[in-house]
């Protein structure tokens, strides 16, 4: 496994597969915290004669922007990224290959999710904190124990995008079906999330994680609140990769 593992990072480092998404959720965190600081000066520039007022952003809002972009642009860059994890080795036939060594079809599959999410993880918690960093630095202090556990909802919601299209990847033929079929749901999760937010439902519902950023931030909402939709989706992350393995391993490569 150890092995596995190791070649797993040095391809997705060498391929600059799963670095390009840290490179965008970078970007992210070095970009929104001037752009929120300097934000009226920069529609003053673009709106000559006409006096725009607004009011001035507060570290909240700053570092909640941050979280919202990654949230949306960043789940979709690494959507594009893990879609062929699987189904492109299928395809090139190096699937096959690799299996036909002493090599488990279990195993294929955690030394790639494992690496995943090593590389989800620890990229978020560390761009996450210069975005807290550089907030600091240009606005003031947001709320750090909000910050954090804002930081892990994101991290979660962002592991579950990974996993689903990681299962997809792994039982079909196509890594454009699946990335098309992730950046589907990924959309039609948050139209239902419209519906789901004015019910009991909400309470349980993964996009939950997401409009609780906002008020972990601020403090307006408590911990305690992510408890019931942070369950559903670490218990949907386990579920969705046990039927991607089980599938897989009766698959024909």
């Excluded at 596995?4 to 990072?9: A, T």
């Excluded at 529609?43 to 809002?61: C, K, L, N, S, Y």
């Excluded at 492109?88 to 995943?116: F, N």
């Excluded at 996993?163 to 997809?168: E, G, N, R, S, V």
Aim: charged letters at 10%.
């Amino acid at each position: 496994m150890t092995v596995l593992l190791m070649k797993e990072f040095k391809w997705n480092w060498r391929s600059f597969r799963y670095p390009a998404f840290l490179l965008v959720v970078l970007f992210f965190a070095l970009l929104d915290p001037p752009m929120m600081k300097y934000m009226n000066e920069i529609m003053a520039r673009f709106a000559e004669g006409v006096e725009i007022v607004m009011p001035d952003p507060t570290p909240e809002e700053t570092f909640f922007s941050y979280l919202s972009d990654v949230s949306q642009m960043g789940v979709l860059v690494l959507i594009f990224m893990v879609m062929g994890t699987v189904a492109r080795e299928k395809e090139t036939g190096v699937a096959g290959w690799m299996l036909s060594k002493p090599i488990g079809r279990w195993q294929y599959l955690t030394a790639k999710i494992a690496v995943l999410f090593t590389f989800v993880t620890i990229g978020l918690l560390i761009c996450s904190t210069l975005a807290y960093l550089y907030t600091m630095t240009l606005m003031g202090q947001p709320p750090m124990a909000g910050s954090i556990w804002a930081t892990i909802a994101l991290i979660a919601y962002t592991l579950l995008l990974a996993t689903l299209t990681f299962a997809f990847s792994a039982v079909l033929k196509s890594q454009l079906a699946a990335g098309g079929l992730a950046v589907i749901i990924f959309f039609l999760s948050g139209l239902f999330n419209l519906v789901v937010s004015e019910t009991a439902a909400a309470d349980f519902y993964p996009n939950t994680l997401l409009a609780l950023m906002k008020p972990l931030i601020d403090g307006t909402a408590s911990p305690s609140t992510m408890t019931g939709p942070l369950a559903i989706t670490l218990l949907l992350i386990v579920l969705l990769y046990l039927l991607a393995g089980s599938l897989f391993s009766h698959m024909e490569l």
